[in-house]
């Protein structure tokens, strides 16, 4: 499985951005999929998840604002970011999953500036 994530930028505080995750390979409705992100001098967290069963999980840092979505037709997962703050910048990435095996993709930079 290859995964190739987009739609990170530069983005003022209390704005919105949505990222996509498209997969390439494997049977992507069997996957789980998520969103991680890691910010500088620290480590990678979970951001939201979304099975192949309909479950969805999200980081307490992120409840509320964010909504994770996948279109099984498109292989495509997404990350709808809103009401975005400074301590949200980071490098997103988007992970498959499928026990045992997990796969990332190469992550898109989110940066919360004015």
């Known amino acids: 499985v290859q995964l190739q994530a987009s739609g990170g930028g530069l983005v003022q505080p209390g704005g919105s951005l949505r990222l996509s995750c498209a997969a390439y390979?494997?049977?992507?409705?069997?996957?789980?999929m998520g969103w991680y992100r890691q910010a500088p001098g620290k480590e990678r967290e979970l951001v939201a998840t979304?099975?192949?069963?309909?479950?969805?999980n999200y980081g307490d840092s992120v409840r509320g604002r964010f909504t994770i979505s996948r279109d099984n037709a498109k292989n495509t997962v997404y990350l709808q970011m809103n009401s975005l703050k400074p301590e949200d910048t980071a490098v997103y990435y988007c992970?498959?999953?499928?026990?045992?095996?997990?796969?990332w993709g190469q992550g898109t930079l989110v940066t919360v500036s004015s």
């Open positions: 992970r498959a999953s499928r026990y045992p095996y997990y796969y």
């Open positions: 979304f099975t192949s069963g309909g479950r969805l």
């Open positions: 390979g494997g049977i992507f409705s069997t996957n789980d």
